[in-house]
């Protein structure tokens, strides 16, 4: 089982960078794909970035493609988000989530944190 802690949501102002981190818990953590989703008030969740195990494929929503980066440090069994160019449509709750090598679902989810972005 993996644990997900989330940090580094803030207040931003457009066009502002921030950078999201992700730490997990337990010594596994290099065999799961890791994703970044994120919910906005009155919408459903959706999918941000992933990046997969070795060597570390990364995919992005298009409405994040040029913007944001996904990256992983196995040794510190964190995963980041890099976000650039930041704009008020951004504004969520971010959450990563691990993809269970198994059963080839997220089934792992952190608390989520809040990044605001101010136009």
């Known amino acids: 089982q993996v644990q997900l802690v989330e940090s580094g949501g803030v207040l931003v102002q457009a066009g502002g960078s921030l950078r999201l981190s992700c730490a997990a818990s337990?010594?596994?953590?290099?065999?799961?794909?890791m994703g970044w989703f994120r919910q906005a008030p009155g919408k459903e969740r959706e999918f941000v970035a992933a990046i997969r195990r070795s060597p570390g494929n990364t995919y992005y929503a298009d409405s994040v493609k040029g913007r944001f980066t996904i990256s992983r440090d196995n040794a510190k069994n964190t995963v980041y988000l890099q976000m650039n160019s930041l704009k008020p449509e951004d504004t969520a709750v971010y959450y990563c989530?691990?993809?269970?090598?198994?059963?080839?679902?997220?089934?792992?989810w952190g608390q989520g944190t809040q990044v605001t972005v101010s136009s």
């Open positions: 337990g010594r596994t953590f290099s065999s799961y794909a």
């Open positions: 989530a691990a993809e269970s090598p198994i059963t080839r679902t997220y089934d792992y």
